[in-house]
């Protein structure tokens, strides 16, 4: 198993560009989720999805976009990129938990993204 | 909103002197995971705490949940250099999101 895989490991863009970041899992997950990581601010939840065809936004939903149409993939878009999204940004896939919620997360690598 | 504070940022510990990272919550929570980074890598799983009062270690590791769910606390004995990194509490409020503490970055002075 590959676990979790995030392409590419480092991008830098330009104010206005636009990107996908791209993740896959080869564990039949049916969780996965977007955190972005800036320094002293712990990892915040972008969005999530609960399933193939289910998505839905988390704590830092603004500026992103995202789409699960099969169970292996969850990209996430940057439409027009500003400096504020330069942030490390990781991928994680988990099954469901015992109290319905995300059980154990398995994360990706993460993209180093910076936006000039 | 749905918050957990983790205290403190920062720890800078002789090695062989223990560490205690907090995780408090206003609301009670369903259950609380615990991830370790690694400067430069990315959080790996350590342990899930589901049960009031629950307490679970590895090795030297001690993890504890709350009697009231609201808190939990992750304990190390006796540091080693191998576990400097960055220690995050993930929450579960009884919905479909975790929401990540800020992190404890624990760095060992030899």
């Known amino acids: 198993n590959a676990g979790v895989t995030q392409t590419p490991k480092f991008q830098v863009l330009k104010t206005g560009q636009s990107m996908t970041l791209q993740c896959a899992q080869d564990m039949n997950h049916e969780y996965m989720s977007w955190y972005r990581q800036d320094p002293g601010m712990g990892l915040r939840l972008i969005h999530y999805s609960v399933g193939a065809g289910i998505t839905d936004q988390g704590e830092v939903p603004n500026g992103y976009n995202v789409s699960r149409s099969t169970t292996e993939d969850f990209p996430l878009r940057l439409l027009s990129a500003a400096p504020s999204q330069t942030s490390v940004y990781f991928c994680?896939?988990?099954?469901?938990?015992?109290?319905?919620?995300?059980?154990?997360?398995?994360f990706g690598p993460g993209t180093r993204l910076t936006v000039l | 909103g749905q918050q957990v504070m983790q205290i403190p940022q920062y720890q800078h510990v002789q090695e062989g002197e223990d560490f205690t990272t907090y995780c408090n919550s206003s609301?009670?929570?369903?259950?609380i995971q615990w991830y370790k980074q690694r400067p430069g890598g990315h959080p790996v799983f350590l342990i899930q705490?589901?049960?009031?009062?629950e307490v679970k270690k590895q090795k030297r590791l001690t993890f504890q949940f709350g009697e009231a769910k609201k808190n939990s606390s992750l304990h190390i004995t006796a540091t080693q250099t191998t576990d400097v990194g960055t220690y995050f509490c993930a929450a579960n409020f009884g919905n479909e999101k975790l929401t990540f503490g800020t992190g404890t970055r624990l760095t060992i002075i030899p």
């Open positions: 609301t009670t929570l369903s259950n």
């Open positions: 994680a896939s988990s099954y469901r938990g015992p109290g319905g919620g995300p059980d154990t997360q398995y």
């Open positions: 705490l589901v049960k009031s009062g």
